[in-house]
């Protein structure tokens, strides 16, 4: 299956009932496709975008993460999120970006340093009680590949990354560097 090069019109409902325009006709969308609820990785990641969010807003990004767990499940893992967050549980979108699942998520060497740092972080907070326990049978199955889309306002993709294993995603640097400076704000 071939990319998108571009995105229709759609408006994509986050779990806390938020409505979300993509393409978003005033800024760039990241469009990111995670794994399921509670995945220690897919938090690893999210932190690092969290950290940046300023940065990343004033580069004129709005920041969209799908899952492919249900909004209940999600709503346990990200109420305290400020990134709008999509339940895809059927995977509907994932279909059509091509984002896929492979035994290589887990079983990539390159991954595995990721893996035992969300693990790690991820127990540390349970065992504190700042977060719910990671699940032990996530929805969906636990061997779904990360995705980046940056689509422009009238729906163009800008740039896309189809990840290779479970941590195999635009860091937020790669990201701001896919920015045209044009877009940038002043």
């Not at 990343?56 to 709008?84: C, G, M, Q, W």
């Not at 967050?85 to 059509?96: G, H, Q, T, W």
Request: hydrophobic content about 45%; aromatic content about 6%; some cysteine.
């Amino acid at each position: 299956m071939s990319l998108p090069t571009a995105v229709s019109d759609r408006t994509l409902v986050t779990v806390s009932g938020a409505q979300v325009q993509v393409p978003d006709p005033d800024c760039l969308i990241h469009l990111q496709f995670r794994r399921f609820a509670g995945c220690p990785v897919c938090n690893l990641h999210l932190r690092s975008i969290v950290a940046r969010r300023h940065e990343i807003a004033a580069a004129n990004i709005r920041e969209v993460v799908v899952f492919h767990s249900s909004a209940e499940e999600l709503r346990k893992y990200t109420a305290e999120l400020p990134l709008d967050v999509i339940a895809d549980p059927s995977r509907k979108l994932y279909r059509e970006f091509g984002v896929e699942t492979s035994p290589r998520a887990l079983l990539d060497p390159r991954g595995w340093p990721a893996i035992l740092r969300g693990v790690a972080h991820d127990a540390w907070a349970t065992l504190r009680g700042r977060q719910a326990a990671p699940p032990a049978k996530p929805e969906g199955g636990s061997l779904g590949l990360p995705a980046d889309f940056l689509i422009a306002p009238g729906g163009r993709v800008l740039a896309a990354k189809l990840g290779a294993h479970v941590y195999d995603q635009w860091s937020v640097d790669e990201l701001l560097a896919l920015v045209p400076a044009v877009e940038r704000r002043a």
